[in-house]
C-alpha cells in the first residue's frame, strides 16, 4: 500500500501539504481497502483487469456496506487527495467523492487540490466529507463557485487569493510531498506536463527520498524512462519488472516488428520525447522559468521530519543540459 509507504516517510499529503503523516492513515491504507472489499463481499473486487489477458489487474471495485458497487475503481492518489489531503479519514466517504467525481468527469487529484485549496479559504474545514460533497454538486449545477472549483487549484486559488496552492505549470500536485520525497519534488517541478506522477515517480527507488544528494540525476532518469514508456504505449506497471532489464523490451520490439534497437535506443528516444514536449512549451510561452515548485514547499518545514524542499533552482534549471 502506497498509502503506508508515503506515511512512513513523513511524505503523505495531509490537509493541503501541512503535515506529511495523517492520524488516520491505517483506515484508508490500501490493506485497509482490501479487507473491506473481501468481506463485504456482494459485487466488490480486490482486482479487476483493465483487458482480459492482464496478469497484474491492478484495478478493483468498491462496495458499500450492502455488497453493491460504489465505484470501481479506488487508488492511492485519491485516497490521498480526497482522503488525508482534505482530513477525510472514512473510506466510504472517500470513495463518493471518487463516484461523483468520476460522474461528472473530473480528474481526483486536480480536484483533490482543488477540495484543498477551497477548506484553505475557508469554503470547507477539513475533514468535512459532506461538505467537500456538497462543493462537488456547485460544480455539478455550474454554479460560479462550481465553475471555479472546475478550473482546478490554481486557477481557484489565484482567483481567492490563496498562497498556498500545490501546482506546477498549472497542474495540481499529486499525493507525494515533494519535501519528504525530493526526487519525485524534482519532477514536479521540471517535467513539461507540470505536476505529474505518471512523468516520473522515483517513489519506489532504494534511496534516502529525504536527502538532497543525487535526486536530480534519480528524476532525470524516471523522466526519460517513463517519456520512452508513454511513447511506446506501455502500461507504467510494466516498469517494474523491466527497468532493469531494457533488453527485454527490445526483444518484445523485435519479436514484433523484426527491427534490431541498440542498447541505447530507448534512452534516446525518452530523451527526444522529452525535447519536443519541452520545445513546445517554449512556443507556449512556458519558460524554464516555470521549472519551480510553490515557494511554501521551500519554505516550510514539514512535520513531522521538518524537511524542506533544498533542491538548488541552478539544479532544477539546468536538469535538461546534461
Request: net charge negative; with cysteine; charged share 20%.
Amino acid at each position: 500500500s502506497t498509502v503506508m509507504l508515503t506515511q512512513s516517510w513523513g511524505g503523505l499529503p495531509t490537509r493541503n501539504f501541512r503535515q506529511g503523516t495523517f492520524e488516520h492513515a491505517e483506515a484508508i491504507s490500501g490493506e485497509a481497502i482490501y479487507r473491506l472489499i473481501t468481506t463485504r463481499g456482494g459485487e466488490g473486487t480486490p482486482t479487476e483487469a483493465c483487458m482480459s489477458v492482464c496478469l497484474i489487474q491492478c484495478s478493483n471495485i468498491y462496495p458499500d456496506a450492502e455488497g453493491r458497487r460504489l465505484v470501481g475503481k479506488i487508488e492511492y492518489e485519491t485516497l490521498a487527495m480526497c482522503g488525508s489531503n482534505l482530513g477525510i479519514g472514512d473510506p466510504d466517504t472517500i470513495a463518493r467523492i471518487n463516484q461523483r467525481c468520476n460522474a461528472l468527469g473530473l480528474d481526483t487529484i486536480e480536484m483533490g487540490t482543488a477540495l484543498g485549496v477551497a477548506a484553505e479559504a475557508g469554503l470547507m474545514e477539513f475533514g468535512d466529507g459532506e461538505r467537500a460533497l456538497e462543493l462537488l454538486e456547485e460544480v455539478a449545477r455550474g454554479t460560479p463557485l462550481g465553475r471555479l472549483l472546475g478550473q482546478g487549484c490554481a486557477v481557484l486559488g489565484r482567483v481567492l487569493g490563496v498562497e498556498r496552492v500545490p501546482a506546477v505549470k498549472g497542474q495540481g500536485m499529486p499525493a507525494y510531498d515533494p519535501r519528504a520525497i525530493k526526487g519525485t519534488g524534482v519532477t514536479f517541478a521540471t517535467s513539461p506536463m507540470g505536476a505529474d506522477h505518471t512523468a516520473g515517480l522515483t517513489v519506489f527507488a532504494r534511496v534516502d527520498h529525504h536527502a538532497a544528494e543525487g535526486q536530480v540525476e534519480l528524476s532525470r532518469q524516471a523522466q526519460i524512462d517513463r517519456a520512452a514508456f508513454d511513447a511506446l504505449g506501455l502500461c507504467a506497471f510494466l516498469m517494474g519488472s523491466t527497468a532493469g532489464r531494457p533488453e527485454l523490451l527490445l526483444d518484445i520490439l523485435r519479436a514484433g516488428y523484426g527491427v534490431e534497437l541498440g542498447p541505447g535506443w530507448l534512452n534516446e528516444l525518452g530523451r527526444q520525447v522529452i525535447e519536443m514536449e519541452r520545445a513546445f512549451n517554449l512556443r507556449a510561452g512556458i519558460t524554464p522559468a516555470a521549472d519551480r515548485l510553490p515557494a511554501f514547499f521551500e519554505r516550510e518545514p514539514l512535520p513531522p521530519h521538518g524537511e524542506t524542499f533544498d533542491i538548488p533552482p541552478d539544479a532544477l534549471r539546468n536538469i535538461w543540459s546534461t
